[in-house]
């Protein structure tokens, strides 16, 4: 709908838009004026299915043949399968010289215009006959009374309407023209936001592999007046004193029986080293590697 509202009235797409330029057809009477828009209907619908639908269609066919056919080999054999039919064999064989036909045309033309040899810098500029240009001052003006005598004309057509829908109307509209007024400011300001975001988050993601040293591990938390005392021998359980079987931590830290520190915690609802309150789901079963 922006981009519709681009084109109708300020004559270019947003980017274009946004850069100070705009389209000029080049069956252009050089005298345009508010009422005329400088884009026909078909021009704008055409120039709306390029911008908007060909990228999304194409976009969609990019994923979808990077998912099939470009996966690590490692999940290959399984997407095989799927590649029986005719229509997916001939997207595979056929897509990637599409693209690079849809790629090389766009890159022939830029390059043509970038050399001054062509007006267009794009195939679709060229199925339009559209040449971009900068916006001058009359431009501008020009786009502005455009704007004006449309919103003239659809504040006028509200007002002839019933009250409760001449006041939604109204609300509508208010809200509908201060998005449009202002939506380069918030679109810049959201892309601005976004890259400050993507390097900051990139910065702190660098940082610790980069140069910060692992820290040392903490000390061991203090054992309490009373409680259970830790053996010389690790390998024995702190309260029932032989070998530990089924290993599980505490919330504190230490090692005990699954069975011993299950049923103290249930009794005591603490920590039987440290005092510390803990509950049966903060026990931790610990799985010991063969090596
Ligand atoms: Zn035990």
Not at 246 to 258: E, I, K, L, Q, T
Request: include cysteine; charged fraction near 20%; aromatic fraction near 12%.
């Amino acid at each position: 709908m922006a981009v519709r509202h681009s084109l109708a009235v300020q004559v270019s797409s947003l980017s274009e838009n946004f850069f100070g330029l705009m389209r000029v057809p080049d069956a252009a009477s050089p005298t345009r004026t508010a009422e005329k828009p400088a884009l026909s209907k078909a021009s704008q619908r055409f120039a709306l299915l390029t911008l908007v639908f060909v990228p999304y269609i194409k976009g969609k066919l990019d994923d979808l043949y990077r998912r099939r056919y470009q996966q690590p080999s490692i999940i290959q054999p399984a997407e095989t399968e799927l590649d029986e039919t005719a229509v997916s064999q001939l997207f595979k064989k056929a897509y990637p010289w599409l693209n690079a036909g849809y790629e090389g045309t766009h890159f022939v033309y830029q390059m043509l215009y970038l050399l001054e040899v062509s007006n267009y810098y794009s195939p679709w500029y060229y199925a339009l006959k559209h040449r971009c240009q900068r916006l001058s001052m009359d431009d501008i003006a020009s786009q502005m009374q455009r704007s004006a005598a449309l919103r003239k004309k659809i504040i006028a057509a509200n007002e002839r309407r019933v009250l409760p829908l001449r006041l939604l109307g109204r609300v509508s509209l208010t809200s509908w023209y201060l998005v449009v007024d202002y939506s380069h400011l918030v679109l810049l300001g959201a892309f601005c936001a976004f890259k400050v975001l993507e390097w900051w988050y990139s910065v702190e993601h660098r940082m610790p592999t980069q140069s910060l040293p692992i820290p040392p591990p903490p000390e061991p938390p203090r054992c309490a007046d009373g409680g259970v005392s830790i053996p010389s021998d690790v390998s024995l359980c702190p309260i029932c004193r032989q070998k530990r079987s089924n290993p599980a931590a505490s919330s504190s830290g230490f090692v005990f029986c699954y069975p011993c520190i299950f049923n103290y915690v249930q009794q005591h609802t603490r920590c039987p080293v440290t005092h510390v309150p803990s509950s049966v789901d903060q026990i931790r079963r610990l799985y010991e590697t063969s090596s």
